[in-house]
């Protein structure tokens, strides 16, 4: 492992984001090495696409103090696709590349989320899974050093979700850039991510490394237990589970 490998990717100092006077985002400090792969869970409010907004640069009208550091190259995943629909799918992926070979990449990339078949569609004409797939591959053909996440399978039907989980592993496995996924999906958190944060008013109230080998399994006493523990924090009453 190289000397770089130990440097944060991303790192946030005391960072602060508030609306309208209401802190929403308090004093987050925060380190994420190179390639870790790390899912944001919390309450519906407690900030995590705001904290994911301000890594993207999308502070739109939000009072902002502290510090941030991310790299040059990030892409941003919606729960949307935000595909062009005047455009192509091909056409979607190659859009702003000035690389002559881009044609051929984004060919290949569809080909990797499985829609090669697509690449002269309308995005009005794609299911939503397949608009997820196109969106996907839209990101991961600009090379991101990260990748930020928001939700990007929450419409999704859970078997859908299923396969998408699968195939965002074995993509991101391959060039390890380093994510930040927001989800309100404890068992998507479980089964992608490396680091698991609990954000709780604003704050990270909670850190956990998920150290469980891939491909992971639900059934696995130590998912289990996490699983529990997180919905517990989560409001869950697990007892009734
Ligand atoms: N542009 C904005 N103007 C005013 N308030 C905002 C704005 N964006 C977010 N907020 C407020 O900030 C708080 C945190 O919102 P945020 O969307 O970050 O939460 P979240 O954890 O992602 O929620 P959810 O899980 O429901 O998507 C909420 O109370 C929200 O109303």
Redesign the pocket.
């Known amino acids: 492992m190289s000397r770089h490998d130990f440097l944060a990717a991303v790192s946030t100092r005391d960072l602060t984001r508030a609306?309208?006077g209401?802190e929403?985002l308090s004093r987050v400090t925060l380190d994420i090495p190179r390639g870790q792969f790390v899912a944001l869970l919390?309450?519906?409010?407690?900030?995590?696409?705001?904290?994911l907004r301000a890594l993207a640069g999308l502070d739109?009208?939000?009072e902002c103090s502290g510090n941030y550091h991310v790299p040059q190259n990030v892409s941003v995943l919606f729960q949307d696709s935000r595909l062009l629909p005047w455009l192509r799918v091909i056409d979607n992926l190659t859009l702003g590349l000035r690389r002559p070979d881009a044609a051929a990449e984004a060919q290949a990339m569809l080909e990797a989320v499985g829609i090669a078949d697509k690449a002269q569609a309308w995005p009005g004409t794609l299911s939503g899974g397949q608009k997820q797939r196109a969106a996907l591959a839209r990101s991961l053909l600009r090379s991101p050093d990260l990748l930020l996440a928001d939700e990007p399978f929450g419409a999704l039907d859970a078997l859908t979700r299923l396969k998408m989980h699968g195939l965002l592993f074995r993509l991101v496995e391959r060039r390890r850039p380093t994510v930040v996924l927001?989800t309100?999906d404890v068992d998507e958190a479980l089964l992608l991510a490396d680091r698991i944060l609990v954000?709780r008013d604003?704050a990270i109230a909670e850190d956990h490394a998920v150290a469980l080998p891939h491909p992971r399994r639900t059934s696995h006493p130590d998912f289990e237990s996490l699983r529990l523990r997180l919905l517990g924090s989560l409001g869950v009453e697990t007892d009734l589970l």
């Open positions: 609306f309208q209401r929403v919390g309450e519906s409010g407690s900030g995590k696409t705001t904290l739109d009208d939000a927001v309100h954000l604003g």
